[in-house]
C-alpha cells in the first residue's frame, strides 16, 4: 500500500487525490519509511496513510489550506516582539490590559498584516496527530541525533516510533491538543494488562510513557500549544519490586567457554570478539566502533583506544579512554589487526548473533547471562584485586566520583593491574 523502494530502502508514496488538490498543491506525498523490511514497511504506511487521510479530510472541512509553517512562523514573530503566542479565542479568556499591551504595541511599531497576525493569534493551531507529532519531534529535537551514526540514529528512532505505535493501538491517532488525562489512564492500564499477561517488564511500559511525554512536550512547547503536560502525564511510572539485570559470569566459567571447542564454529570476528570482551570489558558498541587507527599493536605497550568521533559519539565522555591489551585480548587483535569490520557499527547484529550462538549450544549458565555479562565480570574481577577507584573508572569508561587532577593512570599503570585479572597468563 503506498509503497514505494529506492536503493533498498522503503518509502512511503501517494499521490494527492485530485478532490483534495485545491488544499493541498502538492503532487505526492513522499517520506522515507526508515526500513528494509517490507512487512514493517507496510504497517508503518498503513499508520501513516490513515493520518493523511484524516489530515486531508480537515483541510476539506475547514476550507484551510496545507501550510504549517504560517503557524510556524508566527509563533516565531510572536517570540522575537517579546510575546507567548496565542490563538486570537484564547487572549479573549485574559485579563484585558494584556490585550490592550499587545493592541498598543502593535500601534506604536506600525506593523504590516505578517507581524499584526503573530501579536494577536489569528493562526489557528494546526491539527497534529500523535503520527504528525513524531515526525516534527524529528525535526526539533534534530540536535539528540544529529551528531549519531547511522545505527545510532536508528536505535534512537525505533524505540519512540514502537512507542507511538503502541500508543495509537490503545487511544488513536489522536490530536494532541485533544488528549486527555483518561487516554493516558487508558495507555497505562493496556501496559499494566500486557505485564500481568505477557510477562512484559515494568521498564518497557516506564519507558513508553517517557517517550509519549517527551515527544508531545517537545511539541507544545516548539508550537507554543500550551498543552497541560504536567496534568497528563503525571504519576505514570511503575514500580517493580526487583530489578532484573545481566548476571555476571564467574571467571571458571569464562575460562570453560573461551576454551570449548564449539565456539570455534561461529564466524572468525565473532569468536574473537569473546576474547575481546572478556579481557579488556569493553562494551560491544566500543568494539563495533573502533577503527584500524584505533588498534595499536606496535607500541611498547599494545593497547586499543576507544575515542569520540562527530559521527559516532560515545555513550559518555568518560567512556573515551586507551585499554592496554593483555592476554586474549591481544591474541584477538593480532588476529583482527584491521577491527571487526564485519560488525563495524554494528553492535546489536554482533550480540545478537554471538547470544544467539551460545544459546543454542547451551554455553551460558542461565537465561540471565549474555555476552554483555563479560563486562559485569570483568568489573568484579577489577574489583576483587582492589585496584584504585580511578584505575576502575578509567578502565570501565565510567564516571569519576572525585575532582579529577592530574593526567590519571598510565598505560603502564592500568596494564599491571590487567595482568592481574587476566584470563589468559602469558607465560
Known amino acids: ?82 510575546f507567548e503566542y496565542r490563538p486570537f479565542h484564547e487572549l479573549l479568556k485574559i485579563e484585558f490590559h494584556k490585550i490592550a499591551e499587545r493592541l498598543d504595541f502593535i500601534e506604536k511599531n506600525n506593523f504590516a498584516l505578517p507581524q499584526v497576525e503573530a501579536v494577536l493569534g489569528t493562526h489557528a493551531q494546526p491539527e497534529i496527530t500523535m503520527l504528525h507529532a513524531l515526525s516534527l519531534y524529528w525535526d526539533f529535537a534534530k540536535e539528540r541525533i544529529m551528531n549519531k551514526s547511522e545505527s545510532q540514529v536508528r536505535k534512537y528512532k525505533r524505540p519512540r516510533e514502537r ?40 521498564d518497557s511500559a516506564n519507558k513508553n510513557f517517557v517517550q509519549i511525554k517527551v515527544i508531545v512536550e517537545t511539541v507544545s512547547d516548539n508550537l507554543q500549544l500550551n498543552l ?23 571467571t571458571p566459567d569464562i575460562l570453560a567457554l573461551l576454551s570449548n571447542k564449539e565456539i570455534a564454529r561461529m564466524n572468525p570476528q565473532a569468536y574473537w570478539s569473546l576474547f575481546v570482551l572478556a579481557e579488556t570489558g569493553i562494551r560491544p558498541v566500543e568494539l563495533c566502533g573502533l577503527l584500524p587507527e584505533d ?106 566520583s572525585r575532582p579529577m587532577y592530574g593526567n590519571g593512570p598510565s598505560l603502564i599503570q592500568k596494564k599491571e593491574w590487567l595482568e592481574r585479572i587476566a584470563i589468559k597468563v602469558d607465560s
Request: proline share 4%; glycine share 4%; with cysteine.
Open 1 to 82: 500500500m503506498h509503497l514505494l523502494l529506492r536503493k533498498g530502502r522503503y518509502h512511503f508514496n501517494r499521490r494527492v487525490p485530485d478532490e483534495y488538490r485545491q488544499f493541498d498543491t502538492r503532487d505526492y506525498v513522499r517520506f522515507s519509511l526508515n526500513t528494509v523490511h517490507r512487512s514493517e514497511a507496510l504497517k508503518r504506511a498503513t499508520l501513516h496513510n490513515i493520518e493523511l487521510e484524516q489530515y486531508w479530510q480537515t483541510l476539506h472541512s475547514t476550507g484551510q489550506s496545507h501550510s504549517e509553517s504560517a503557524y510556524r512562523d508566527a509563533v516565531a514573530r510572536a517570540s522575537i516582539f517579546g
Open 163 to 202: 512507542a507511538v505505535e503502541n500508543f495509537i493501538k490503545v487511544v488513536g491517532n489522536k490530536n494532541i491538543s485533544d488528549l486527555t488525562r483518561e487516554d493516558i489512564l487508558k495507555f497505562k492500564n493496556w501496559w499494566l494488562g500486557r505485564i500481568e499477561t505477557d510477562k512484559m517488564s515494568m
Open 228 to 250: 497541560n503536560i504536567t496534568g497528563l502525564f503525571q504519576k505514570l511510572v511503575l514500580k517493580d519490586r526487583f530489578v532484573q539485570t545481566r548476571l555476571p559470569l564467574a
Open 295 to 400: 588498534i595499536v599493536l606496535n607500541d611498547s605497550i599494545p593497547h586499543i583506544h576507544i575515542c569520540d568521533r562527530p559521527n559516532r559519539p560515545l555513550k559518555t565522555p568518560q567512556s573515551d579512554r586507551k585499554i592496554p591489551l593483555v592476554g586474549y585480548a591481544l591474541d584477538a587483535f593480532k588476529a583482527m589487526p584491521n577491527g571487526f569490520e564485519k560488525y563495524f557499527d554494528k553492535a546489536d547484529t554482533m550480540s545478537a548473533t554471538v547470544n544467539k550462538f551460545l544459546r543454542e549450544h547451551k554455553l551460558l549458565p542461565s537465561k540471565m547471562h549474555s555476552v554483555y555479562s563479560l563486562r559485569h565480570s570483568f568489573q568484579d574481577r577489577i574489583l576483587g584485586v582492589e585496584a584504585p577507584d580511578r584505575v576502575q573508572a578509567e578502565l570501565m569508561g565510567h564516571k569519576f
